[in-house]
């Protein structure tokens, strides 16, 4: 057993390509997930638009079919299209990926950052309206920061989804984790030791970000407790 750990970990110093692909997957996953939040917001906003007008707007339909093709699609296939189709002429991949992941994620952050905006209390438009602010400032001053804590939880599972879903990134010939583990199981003739070795670092990885979002939950729950 420690002879399939020597080869595929320490000889020829190959930890160093399992933290540089991991170096690979949380680049993706960091660039990726602002990007999916920055679209998420703006799409939340737009399907939100329908509860301000009382009818559906243009922004409400388009951020509906964005939501539905996105998410009625597999990420492989956007990243394949992305990779081979959109951008065939770029031969930055990981701004490919990045992009792919974004637009991905945006599609699923809508959904949350709409539903925490909409477990806001009515009132609590009612009160800022009664302050004399108008609907930007009521959003802006009132609404969105007591939605910060109801999105902030499942905004951070949704991070831990997509460094998950990053390991596809290999099909446009990145070297993720997981593709490193795949070329170092072709070199040592021995597939079992290297993917282990891939998915311990992965769940080590997440397994911190889930004892932080633990943390996080934790401390929000106290606040409202004052």
């Known amino acids: 057993?420690?002879?399939?750990?020597?080869?595929?970990?320490?000889?020829?110093?190959?930890?160093?390509?399992?933290?540089?692909?991991?170096?690979v997957t949380l680049q993706i996953s960091f660039f990726a997930g602002i990007l999916g939040l920055l679209i998420g917001t703006v799409l939340a906003l737009m399907k939100l638009s329908v509860r301000w007008n009382g009818k559906k707007t243009v922004f409400t339909v388009i951020a509906n079919i964005y939501i539905d093709i996105i998410r009625g699609t597999p990420s492989?296939?956007?990243?394949?299209?992305?990779?081979?189709?959109?951008m065939a002429n770029n031969n930055n991949?990981?701004?490919?990926?990045?992009?792919?992941?974004?637009?991905?994620?945006?599609?699923?952050?809508?959904?949350?950052?709409?539903?925490?905006?909409?477990?806001?209390?009515?009132?609590?438009?009612?009160?800022?309206?009664?302050l004399g602010l108008t609907r930007g400032q009521t959003m802006v001053h009132v609404v969105i920061p007591q939605a910060v804590k109801n999105v902030l939880p499942p905004i951070g599972n949704e991070f831990i989804v997509l460094l998950k879903e990053t390991?596809?990134?290999?099909?446009?010939?990145?070297?993720?984790?997981?593709r490193?583990?795949?070329?170092?199981?072709?070199?040592?003739?021995e597939a079992f030791t290297p993917l282990i070795i891939s998915a311990m670092i992965y769940?080590?990885?997440?397994?911190?970000?889930?004892?932080?979002?633990?943390?996080?939950?934790?401390?929000?729950r106290q606040s409202d407790n004052r």
């Open 1 to 23: 057993m420690w002879d399939k750990f020597e080869a595929a970990f320490i000889t020829a110093d190959r930890w160093k390509l399992y933290f540089g692909g991991l170096g």
């Open 76 to 86: 492989v296939l956007q990243l394949m299209i992305m990779y081979f189709a959109i």
């Open 93 to 130: 991949k990981v701004l490919i990926a990045v992009l792919s992941f974004g637009i991905n994620s945006g599609a699923y952050v809508a959904e949350i950052i709409r539903a925490g905006i909409l477990a806001v209390d009515k009132g609590q438009t009612e009160a800022g309206h009664s």
């Open 167 to 178: 390991a596809i990134v290999g099909y446009v010939g990145l070297s993720d984790l997981t």
């Open 180 to 189: 490193i583990a795949n070329q170092i199981a072709s070199r040592t003739y």
């Open 203 to 220: 769940f080590i990885i997440i397994k911190i970000l889930t004892i932080l979002l633990g943390k996080l939950e934790r401390r929000l």
